[in-house]
């Protein structure tokens, strides 16, 4: 779950990292007003969306007067933002954020992300902040300092002194000890909110020697959702796909993915093992969807729903291993989400134990055209069929 830059600049100040004050604004008026409450001129105005490289794509204003803050706030809000991040169709702006300008010196990267073949979490820190660190880790890898953090002991403060050392020029003490606290705090802070990501880029150093996050950026792991309540609170639905908002709000697991081919499968195992049996068919899954062990006709309804809405589906495959969710159980559900919409690409069933002979009977006495295979096998080969048709048909 992303935050947006505001609600991780609230966070961070939770933790005492400085950040310049701002107000979120979601009209000129409102823009205007937030400005009354901060020193300036100079203000900066901020588009608030999930995507990074604002700056380039016209989502970040520097601005000197009233004026010109009316001006790149009725620029940026209500049209959507194009960046790197994006992609063409560019995301649509609903809010910005206000904030006090600052003289910078200095930008500097930091942030704390998990290494995964290292299986713990990493401090990168670089003094060539700003730009994207993907960019200067391809170009000046040498410039991208790494500290990594054992979770039993946690962050040290000589790991710190590691890092800020090498800056060159070397800061006053003063500003040395800002950046290490800052360091520290930001530790804290991605360990106590189940962080996967937070990052501060840029991380400046002011004209007058202070330490402050310009930007940042919360990934929160969903797994750690339910102790993170606060966190959950925070998250917005308008930035989501809206085929990925509707399976979380009815508990489906769901991924869209490029192919053409949907899966309806129960049990994480048995959705990747199904995605391979597409890809050994010769197609690509548009979807990974585990209705879970436990799922009720609803639930069924609802991913089969999903599943139909994404257009770019020209065939279903179901593959359901009956236990705690029996086999009519998945029947009736697809049954009743066929009902509601005028199903027109085929659809392949797998289904295999419990009350799986019931489950059979319900698809096949309904009016609706299923294909039902005996086994994963010859689902492929039904899958394959119907690879070759729509291949055909184009
Ligand atoms: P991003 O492009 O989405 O990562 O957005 P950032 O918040 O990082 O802003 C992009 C750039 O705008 C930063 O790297 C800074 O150089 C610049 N910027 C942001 N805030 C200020 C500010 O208060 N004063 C000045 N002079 N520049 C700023
Ligand atoms: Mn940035």
Redesign the pocket.
Known sequence: MKLH?YQAKDVFRKFGIPV?KGRVATSVDEAVRASQDLAGP?W?V?AQVH???????G??R?VKSLDELKQATSDILGRPLV?KQTGPEGKKVHQVLI??????DR?FYLAVVIDRSKARPVVIFSQA??MEIEEVAARSPELVLKQFIDPKVGWMPFQAKNLVYTLDPLPGAETLKELMSLMGALCRLFMAQDCSLAEI??LVITKEGKALA??GKINIDDNGLVRQKEMKALDDHREKDPLDAKAEQYNINYIRLNGNIGAMVNGAGLAMATMDVIKLAGAEPANFLDVGGGASEEMVKKGFEIILEDKNVKAILINIFGGILRCDVLARGVLAAAQKIDIKVPIIIRLEGTNVQEGRAILQNSNLKFMVAKDMAEAAAMVTEQVKRSAQSV
């Open positions: 830059e310049p100079s900066v901020k995507a990074g490289g604002r700056g380039k794509g989502g970040v520097v960046t904030e006090e300008g600052v003289n910078i930008e902040g700003g880029n840029p310009i930007d």
